[in-house]
């Protein structure tokens, strides 16, 4: 037979993209409508209103969630003002894939180890307070859950922050808003004034999505909650995750009716929030037009801000370094600086659990490469058109609370017959994976000036050896980076770990979040630590590999 017509050709060229956007919706889909499918039933509605603890835990889910969006939001657009331009700034965003690589387990066990009341900041201070014994303050657990919205706001900022600094990589936007500050700047209006009423108007649709993400997250946060939330009542998501994990399969649908009464809640307060941003409009228009001229203090906002990226990179690196210290600490009395005695126990107990360490790395690997190359297939074959279009669908997975789609995900590996299988963690862990890989890959992939592609094939390339040899080893560095991304996200996931893997496989998020909650404080640490210390390996990897002046097949 002939060639196919160039008619037919061109056609499915022109709908390859839907096969990247069927792989990224349809296992989504499918987990949704399990999950939505449970937590439909009447019956579990009932007992759901009925029970004591929902309306008291859906009210603290909802207080923890937005005060930790409204604050990380806040002090995010407030570092990106203050320091924007400075070598502080620069220095910041050089650390941010550092703070991203910390897992989110991780950095709240670290965190209880230094605010808790036998914590190590406790220590610091018994010697001048005079105390004996650990004070009787709930610094972690409290009823409020203000523990959890520091640890949330501390993780969330760095994540938002990124999104900032990924704006400055399209081509032609840096140059353009610069313009825009040294236009406003001859005009006799500070910087921050100017990024208030010029930058920030031009920004803030654009950072809908993150933003979005970061609410849903923060309201059904289930693992740093575990570690530092409260337990009576516990936020909905835990109870929800609770009712999910019972023998009874009336508590299951109860729990799934939680879950899905934590998507509702989400959808309606992000969809309040819209219409309320909507209806400001002429506030917000005459407010960014009018010609007053504030009194200029960047100075003092510089200032300011730089101390308050100093600490926040300084959180970091005091918990990572008390994770160490904690993990060969034996008996430690307080208010002692010092434990009494060293051990290396808790190592051992690592090390004889490298199965664990190993299928940790083997699903991170494996997701975060599924994730790329749908990551790279959706850049390379959706219409622009369509991009935008379909993009709310690929990034559900951010935006739908985590116990819901566990709960869905789980249904359908049954469904397919995966559950407790490695095929079943690794489709689980991919399904979370792929959007962040998108995110973080999309700002440079689209950045990426055609032209180069276009001389490649004047001069007879094809189109896959224009990629191989062209257009793939200029994007080695955020290639190298969206994998890392993708690494870190799936190191973290504890709900598809622990629902699709039926309890029969566990991995170093797992492991230490049990640990934690079983008062095992040195072997958590460790555990912890070697979760934080995997991703951040890649990072330092995929740095490596994307640094200036590197040849795209190794070497100096």
């Not at 508590?251 to 819209?274: E, P």
């Not at 228009?285 to 510089?302: Q, V």
């Not at 399904?431 to 973080?440: D, I, N, R, S, T």
């Not at 912890?528 to 490596?544: E, I, K, R, S, T």
């Amino acid at each position: 037979m002939g060639a196919p017509p160039r008619a037919v050709t061109g056609r499915w060229r022109a709908r390859l993209w839907l096969v990247p956007a069927t792989l990224f919706v349809a296992p989504l889909a499918a987990a949704l409508g399990w999950g939505v499918a449970d937590g439909i039933d009447a019956g579990a509605w009932s007992r759901l209103l009925a029970d004591p603890r929902f309306r008291p835990a859906l009210a603290l889910s909802l207080q923890v969630g937005a005060a930790s969006t409204a604050l990380a939001a806040a002090l995010a657009l407030a570092l990106a003002t203050a320091l924007h331009g400075t070598r502080a700034w620069g220095r910041l965003v050089h650390a941010l894939p550092a703070l991203l690589a910390v897992p989110h387990a991780a950095f709240a066990i670290g965190l209880g180890l230094l605010v808790m009341p036998s914590g190590f900041l406790a220590r610091l201070v018994a010697p001048v307070a005079g105390w004996s014994a650990p004070p009787d303050v709930a610094t972690v657990h409290d009823p409020g859950g203000w523990a959890l919205v520091a640890a949330l706001v501390l993780k969330e900022v760095p994540f938002l922050l990124w999104n900032v600094a990924a704006q400055w990589q399209r081509v032609g936007q840096a140059a353009a808003l610069e313009r825009q500050l040294q236009t406003a700047a001859a005009m006799g209006y500070a910087r921050r004034t100017a990024w208030a009423r010029v930058l920030w108007p031009q920004w803030l649709p654009t950072l809908a999505w993150p933003l979005l993400a970061v609410w849903a997250y923060s309201l059904a946060v289930v693992d740093m909650a575990l570690v530092l939330g409260p337990t009576r009542p516990p936020t909905l998501a835990v109870l929800a995750w609770q009712w999910l994990l019972d023998a009874d399969p009336a508590a299951n649908r109860q729990g799934a009716a939680a879950a899905l009464a934590l998507a509702l809640a989400m959808a309606g307060v992000a969809a309040a929030v819209a219409l309320a941003w909507r209806a400001s409009r002429p506030w917000r228009a005459s407010r960014w037009t009018r010609g007053d001229r504030p009194a200029a203090r960047d100075a003092a906002g510089r200032r300011a801000a730089g101390a308050s990226a100093a600490a926040l990179v300084s959180v970091y690196a005091a918990v990572l370094a008390l994770l160490g210290f904690v993990s060969v600490a034996g008996v430690w009395t307080f208010p002692d600086l010092a434990p009494q005695r060293w051990t290396g126990d808790a190592w051992s107990a690592v090390r004889a659990s490298a199965s664990t360490v190993g299928l940790t790395a083997a699903l991170a690997l494996a997701s975060s490469a599924a994730g790329l190359a749908l990551a790279v297939a959706w850049m390379e074959t959706t219409p622009a058109r369509w991009d935008a279009r379909a993009a709310p669908a690929v990034f559900a997975t951010l935006l739908v609370p985590g116990v819901l789609l566990a709960g869905g995900l789980y249904r359908a590996a049954l469904q397919a017959g995966v559950d407790g299988r490695f095929a079943g963690l690794w489709l689980a862990h991919t399904v979370h994976v792929a959007p962040y890989v998108l995110v973080a890959l999309a700002p440079a992939y689209r950045s990426h000036d055609p032209r180069y592609a276009q001389t490649a094939r004047a001069l007879g390339r094809g189109a896959a050896a224009t990629l191989w040899r062209v257009k793939w080893p200029m994007l080695l560095a955020p290639l190298a980076a969206a994998f890392a991304v993708g690494f870190a996200v799936s190191v973290t996931q504890y709900l598809p770990t622990q629902f699709v893997g039926a309890g029969r496989h566990a991995t170093l998020t797992t492991e230490a979040l049990t640990l934690a909650s079983g008062g095992q404080r040195d072997v958590a640490a460790a555990f912890a630590l070697v979760q934080a210390l995997l991703p951040a390996a890649v990072f330092a990897a995929a740095a490596w590999i994307g640094r200036p002046g590197r040849p795209p097949g190794g070497g100096r």
